[in-house]
């Protein structure tokens, strides 16, 4: 069974950092894509980032390009997405996707809430 | 960027009723569409990719169709699990795109 798990989220103050990790079972990690999608409350679904299999090529959301580094480790079957420069409105659940080229956004985790406040 | 629209952004709908979602590209997208459920609380599931393929598991009363910049997902027969929020998402350019959302109430 494919499985994607959050973890890391929490309660951070604005200008802070907070570095969340999604572990995939399941499924030969390696061999797939992986993105991360955001939806702050009440709101709809933002696409945040998309990495390649051999972290070759990264793509980010305006929203979060410069403040975000998405990375991987094939070896552990981990994703991590480190956040620095976290404002009010990062506040959201945050959730892993295993990214297909040509079935989309296939299999996602269950989320795990970030919250920026004060 | 791709700017995707939906439309309605919410209906109310009977069980049993046919409902259609729509979802505009601001450009062509040729087929890399994809639409996705998700239920109140819940992580958002696929339903179909490619415009009109359904993923694997999800019932036949699920249908999509379209190409270019105008695709519609059809639900033939509104089942109460059906009740929920539909997304169109585009994955033909980065960054992907999502649509503003379709909320799917009971009458």
């Known amino acids: 069974e494919v499985q994607l798990v959050e973890s890391g989220g929490g309660l951070v103050q604005p200008g802070g950092s907070l570095r969340l990790s999604c572990v995939a079972s399941?499924?030969?990690?390696?061999?797939?894509?992986v993105s991360w999608v955001r939806q702050a409350p009440g709101r709809g679904l933002e696409w945040l980032s998309h990495i390649s299999t051999g972290e070759s090529t990264v793509y980010y959301a305006d929203s979060v390009r410069g403040r975000f580094t998405l990375s991987r480790d094939n070896a552990k079957n981990s994703l991590f997405l480190q956040m620095s420069g976290l404002r009010p409105e990062d506040t959201a659940v945050y959730y892993c996707?295993?990214?297909?080229?040509?079935?989309?956004?296939?299999?996602w985790g269950q989320g795990t809430l970030v919250t920026v406040s004060s | 960027d791709v700017h995707m629209t939906q439309s309605p952004s919410s209906l109310s709908a009977s069980v049993g009723d046919r409902v259609t979602i729509t979802c505009r590209a601001s450009?062509?997208?040729?087929?890399?569409l994809a639409w996705y459920q998700q239920r109140p609380g819940k992580a958002p599931k696929s339903l179909i990719y490619a415009a009109s393929s359904l993923q694997s598991g999800v019932p036949s009363r699920f249908s999509g169709s379209g190409s270019g910049t105008e695709f519609t997902l059809t639900i033939s027969s509104l089942q109460p699990e059906d009740f929920a929020t539909y997304y169109c998402?585009?994955?033909?350019?980065?960054?992907?795109?999502f649509g503003g959302g379709t909320k799917v109430e009971i009458k």
């Open positions: 399941g499924f030969m990690f390696s061999n797939y894509e």
């Open positions: 450009q062509g997208i040729s087929s890399w």
């Open positions: 998402q585009q994955y033909d350019t980065y960054p992907r795109t």
């Open positions: 996707a295993r990214d297909d080229q040509i079935r989309g956004l296939e299999y």
